[in-house]
DNA sequence: TCTGGGGTCCTAGGACCC
DNA sequence: TCTGGGGTCCTAGGACCC
């Protein structure tokens, strides 16, 4: 039996926690760049302001004034991500986190009552302590226990936030209601291209033959249907699996031309990948650069390329991903074109430190753990860019627009005592949303004074 | 005017080997 | 005219997820 806590409305939530004149409002998150909606609260999914939605196009859907539109703030989302998901490993095993706002889970308890005792103690303690609202749904399988929690955040029937789909009556009844393009691994392009073959619900897919699903599309898609009909086939078991890339890229705020401003772009992308990299002990084994132009701009003549190239030893130090991440760089840019995006991926992760190191490699990588583990104590201590590489130390033209923030709530003082709220002065360009907290600038509120 | 970022897995096809 | 069979490994691209 498989448990699923999901966080309702996640971000608008957790914008919620620090400003309750949001309730009850039209309220979306956008994403970097300002530029589309990841998270609505129920007013604004009832409006039909449909996820990923460009945030130009709301005025499609509803009027925008009526909206309240806010750049996210993934620092502190993952803050309360982190302590709602302390609270559940209080009650269960196996938490298995598979997103900033999911976990799946087991229960230690054999019999329904206690469990379910349990997990509404969960549900009312991460609203007294953390205030986000969750839900949870349980199941045989994973994809079922998907469609248990979708049933627990829509029905207000639900008891204590709590469904459980088990008997083998109920799970036929749900998937006869379940439309196909609700379940978990189908997407847009397979429930399309299901329903042109009549299937239109969860139960007409089952009635497949298996060795069918296979040949016509993919074992993956079998595998969903083996988990509908209750066979537990461990799909998307992200269980804790290391990386094996990790990545950092930017729309930037406006078309750029020159090279340096993008150059200072990819130092900032790959010492934050190479961050990342040490902070889950890990070396990569190869670092891939890319940029490309604007593909919305059918005005310019459009570029995009990448360079991937292997590094002499694993590493996970600044200063030889940078060197990388700026060699693969220069093999790939073009004079000419325009440019939108870049990023710095890390891939062929080593973790667990049994390094092979290259007889010819003149670095000594003692000495180079030993500068970045400094580097990291201190920026850990005083602050994420403390200490920089001097190319990292540039313009930052690149820095994407986000126009939306609004101040956070003194209340965060009290709150987290995890973010240094002086840090939240200064908007400096060209550094990452999640580096540090911002901002001054102030949010209209339709209807509010 | 304005369209995110970071991941995973699978498959087909090509290069290469014996 | 006729052009094997069976592997492996790698890569690019497509699908999905949140």
Redesign the pocket.
Known sequence: MYGLL?CNN?FVSCERVFDPRLNGKMVVV???????V?ARSNEAKAAGIP???????IKEHTDPRQVIQLS?RHILYRDLSCRVMNILSDEADNVQQ?????AFFVLPHEDVETSHRAMANVVNRVKQYVGIPVSVGFAPTRTLA?IANHIAKRDPRITDGVYWLVRPEAIDIILRRTPI?????????????LKSKGIKTAADFVKMPPSLV?SM???????TQRELMGHDCQ????VD???????????????LTDRDEIADAIVS?AE??AR?LRAEGGVAGSVMTYVRG?H??EDLPFYSN?C?LQLATPSSDTMTIVRMALNAFNNIWRDGFTY??A?V??LD?QHGGAIQLNVFDPEDHGKLRRLMSSIDSINDMYGSRSIKLAPGLQRGSWA??QNHFKPLSKTLHFYTGMIDINQLQETPKGH?EDDEEQDNTTTEYPDMP
């Open positions: 999901d996640f956008l994403s970097n760049n300002d530029g589309c990841i996820m990923g939605c460009p945030a130009f196009k996210a598979y997103s900033v706002d999911e998907k393009e609700d379940v978990w691994g189908i997407g847009r392009r397979l429930s399309a291209s296979r599309y993919s074992v993956t898609l079998e595998r799909i998307a078991n992200p699996i290391a990386h094996k890339t990790i990545m950092t890229s930017r729309t930037f705020g406006k078309v992308f934050r990948t990342q604007d919305f701009r990448s991937q939108r995006k990023g991926m890390a992760i994407p627009n990452f």
